[in-house]
């Protein structure tokens, strides 16, 4: 037995198949550029849901089920707020999320945490929300709710292209979570709350926000190396590289990067970003030499979401409204098995005394 449970199966689905060393990753069979490119964060959304919560639902009705879930949001925005204010942000939706198990359903959900989230950025900046646009699709409502403006096409597509490519990954952390949650036939609220407490650790989806304190840190391009080979010496982690699954290069991470090129020539910094990323990778080699350590896909997450203009803060919570879909699609593939998830442990503490 290992203690990280990797190599376990512990479910079956149909929804996402990730095979890291072969640099797979398939949604219901369509693969990760396709999927970005075709279909979408509503596209990808109706194909994770399709079965479950969304049958027969294509890109657009899925749109106006988004759409209509932001608005039944936001008319409950008070409740969410008046637990959430004054609290760190992440930690406030994770207050505020306590509501969920009211919420009827998986769109309803979805749309709370984008409502609550814009919500909750524009508090803080000592602005009133701004209501949802239930035409527009997520990504670009999400940004005109925080800014108070619609965005240009360009950064909206930016964060389209965020949210559908984080939309699912197999059985995450998190996503596991929301499934052992769902096996007691706790709600789907419920589930979300879970998982969204599991995203939130360093080693999961709380690393973006660190990747650009690395940044920053590191400063220069004269600094990199040092700064690396010290941070290494100390015994740190890198943040944004590594990965349970993902032992070859993350797809998702090239899916990203290429997006980010395409909001111009230095956005996020890339150039700087790319070397420390190229040094970044030498240094984990050498000194890891029998790890396959590789860029994951928060490296980039960092340098996108802070492109469109998304504080560090937000970068967790931001990922939890994107993969709040994963997480509802497997609650509810778990719930149809019908079968509580229960495993066992192997007992190595003291015996009993003989009298
Ligand atoms: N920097 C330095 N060393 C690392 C890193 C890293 N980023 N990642 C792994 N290692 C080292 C560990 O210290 C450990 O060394 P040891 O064997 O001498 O104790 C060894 O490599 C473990 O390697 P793995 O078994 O491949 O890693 P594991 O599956 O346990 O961990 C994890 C994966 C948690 C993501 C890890 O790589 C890590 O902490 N990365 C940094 C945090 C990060 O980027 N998290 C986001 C992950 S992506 C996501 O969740 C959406």
Do not use: C
């Not at 080699?285 to 928060?298: A, C």
């Amino acid at each position: 037995m290992t203690s990280g449970l990797e190599g376990v199966v512990a479910a079956e689905t149909v929804l996402t198949h990730v095979d890291g060393s072969q640099g797979i990753w398939l949604l219901r069979g369509h693969g990760l550029g396709e999927v970005v490119a075709r279909f979408g964060y509503e596209g990808a959304a109706a194909l994770l849901l399709e079965g479950f919560a969304g049958d027969g639902l294509d890109r657009r009705r899925v749109r106006a089920a988004l759409g209509a879930g932001r608005k039944a949001a936001f008319a409950r925005l008070p409740r969410w707020l008046g637990t959430a204010t004054g609290r760190p942000l992440s930690e406030g939706v994770a207050v505020a999320l306590a509501a969920l198990p009211g919420y009827a359903d998986a769109w309803a959900i979805a749309g709370a945490l984008a409502v609550g989230i814009a919500a909750l950025l524009r508090v803080e900046r000592g602005a009133a929300p701004v209501p949802p646009d239930p035409l527009l699709g997520t990504a670009a409502d999400f940004l005109r709710m925080i800014e108070g403006a619609s965005v240009g096409a360009a950064r909206a597509a930016a964060l389209d292209a965020y949210l559908t490519t984080v939309i699912d990954n197999g059985l995450a952390a998190s996503t596991f979570a929301a499934r052992v949650i769902a096996s007691t036939r706790a709600s789907l609220g419920a589930s979300v709350i879970g998982a969204y407490a599991a995203l939130t650790g360093p080693l999961h989806g709380g690393a973006p926000g660190p990747v650009l304190d690395m940044l920053d840190a590191i400063g220069t391009r004269d600094d990199i190396d040092a700064w690396l080979e010290h941070a290494l010496r100390r015994g740190d982690r890198l943040m944004g590289f590594g990965h349970r699954v993902w032992k070859g290069r993350d797809p998702r991470a090239d899916v990203l990067k290429a997006a980010l090129h395409r909001l111009g020539p230095d956005a996020g910094r890339i150039g700087f970003a790319e070397e420390v990323e190229r040094r970044a990778l030498a240094a984990l080699h050498r000194k890891k030499p029998d790890r396959p350590l590789e860029t994951n896909v928060e490296f980039y997450t960092a340098l996108l979401l802070d492109a469109v203009g998304l504080p560090r803060h937000a970068f967790t919570p931001v990922f939890a409204l994107a993969r709040s879909i994963g997480w509802l699609a497997h609650a509810l593939e778990q719930q149809k098995t019908g079968r509580l998830i229960r495993p066992a442990a192997a007992y190595i503490g003291p015996q009993p005394q003989a009298a």
